[in-house]
């Protein structure tokens, strides 16, 4: 008999010794039950009694007594991990008492915790050609969740890795079809609410909802969007547009935004005595300028009036100022200039230039130290090279590949250096 099929006997000999007395052994931090060849987590929490002052310090201390590196127990400790989550929004100290009712939560969890004793999965995972993967999702507000069970087929009888619905162990025609009906008050908390907006576009406001959007072009673009849908919502027997937006629809959409922040924001500007205005061809109102002589655009020569504190004119700062590498105010009125007539344009260019946080972190002022005195060898009066630092660079290579390095002594009265060459480090 040869050596190897003694150490393999051996091994064998030790397995079926192993298996037969129901051997658990501790597997990088795992409990393997090598009779069943099952995995389970520690979860011996110990206990607690009546005067346990429970804290957040506690609370943290319990959960992390729970070593599950492959996440096997997720769904029980994501409670805790929530409530501290809570506590730390509260703002509650380490060692403060919880409220009552936080207390309760904790501590029913905790009462519940010997059911994960219980908890074990299939160390071997068998896989053959009627293995599926069955896939379950959930999501609520606070977490959410993915699980994927391997269920295979074994002659008559089938084999599901990992803790599962009974009835995935059944013949398929057994499976639940539908929706499992859950809480109705649970699932009507978890549900999405549908935002329902309102937009008569032939009244004289500017549609709010859209000031929730922090880009001029998303703006517009969105904006875009609803135009298209009113427009094929209101089309009787012609083609409803279902393409990619045009150039001339965002800009319709802008000019629109525009004719609508301006009856909201400007009503007066006509009669105004401050600037003279006038109505173009498409109904925006425009700045008749003092130069109107000049030869040039016309959109330089009668810029659109723009109010100084609305979204409108803020995004539209906003992207300029990007779109011109974060340029500074009086960039930012000739630039605006070009096309805009912006009231106080100064006051609201300098608003959103204070507020970019990109500028910002340009604007801040270096962080200085006080000096400090310089050591007594650099101030004492003494002979050259009496007081030196040595320093050592390198390695240089040579043309003829020798290695050398280059010793700097300096004086640190006189601040002379001499250099010298060495090549004795050679191993
Ligand atoms: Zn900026």
Redesign the pocket.
């Given at each position: 008999m040869g050596v190897s099929t003694c150490v393999v006997l051996k091994a064998m000999w030790l397995a079926k010794m192993l298996i037969e007395a129901q051997a658990i052994l501790p597997f990088l931090g795992v409990i393997w039950n090598l009779g069943t060849d099952t995995l389970k987590c520690c979860t011996d929490m110990g206990t607690l009694t009546c005067e346990t002052k429970i804290t957040k310090r506690l609370i943290l201390a319990i959960v992390q007594k729970i070593f599950d590196p492959m996440g096997l127990l997720t769904p029980a400790t994501l409670l805790p991990k929530l409530l501290i989550q809570h506590l730390w929004k509260m703002k509650i100290a380490w060692d403060s008492e919880l409220s009552p009712n936080d207390v309760n939560v904790f501590l029913k969890w905790f009462r519940d915790l010997y059911i994960l004793k219980d908890v074990t999965l299939s160390r071997c995972m068998i896989i053959n050609s009627t293995s599926e993967l069955h896939v379950f999702v959930d999501a609520s507000k606070e977490a959410y969740a993915a699980c994927v069970f391997v269920r295979s087929m074994f002659k008559s009888d089938v084999k599901v890795v990992g803790r599962t619905f009974v009835w995935l162990r059944e013949s398929p025609e057994y499976w639940p079809l539908g929706e499992t009906p859950g809480d109705s008050e649970e699932v009507e908390l978890e549900m999405k609410k549908l935002k329902v907006v309102n937009i008569d576009l032939s009244r004289d406001a500017p549609p709010w909802h859209l000031y929730a959007i922090s880009d001029y072009n998303k703006m517009i673009r969105v904006f875009s969007w609803i135009l298209r849908f009113v427009n094929n919502f209101t089309l009787l027997n012609g083609k409803c547009k279902d393409s990619e937006l045009s150039q001339s629809e965002i800009e319709n959409s802008e000019k629109k935004l525009i004719r609508l922040v301006q009856s909201y924001y400007l009503p007066d500007a006509k009669s105004s005595n401050y600037i003279e205005t006038c109505i173009d061809d498409e109904g925006i109102l425009r700045v008749k300028t003092k130069i109107l002589n000049r030869d040039d655009e016309r959109s330089f020569l009668y810029p659109i009036l723009l109010p100084e504190k609305c979204e409108l004119t803020k995004l539209l700062i906003r992207d300029v100022?990007?779109k011109n590498c974060?340029?500074g105010i009086q960039m930012m009125q000739c630039l605006l200039r070009e096309r805009y007539w912006i009231i106080r344009a100064r006051k609201a260019i300098k608003n959103v230039?204070y507020n970019?946080?990109?500028?910002?972190r340009f604007k801040v002022k270096s962080l200085s130290s006080e000096p400090t005195p310089l050591p007594p060898d650099r101030v004492t009066d003494c002979a050259p090279f009496e007081i030196v630092g040595i320093d050592l660079a390198g390695p240089l290579f040579l043309k003829d590949g020798r290695k050398v390095w280059i010793k700097k002594k300096l004086c640190l009265l006189a601040r002379y250096t001499v250099l010298f060459i060495l090549n004795l480090l050679i191993p």
């Open positions: 100022h990007k974060h340029a230039l970019c946080i990109f500028c910002k």
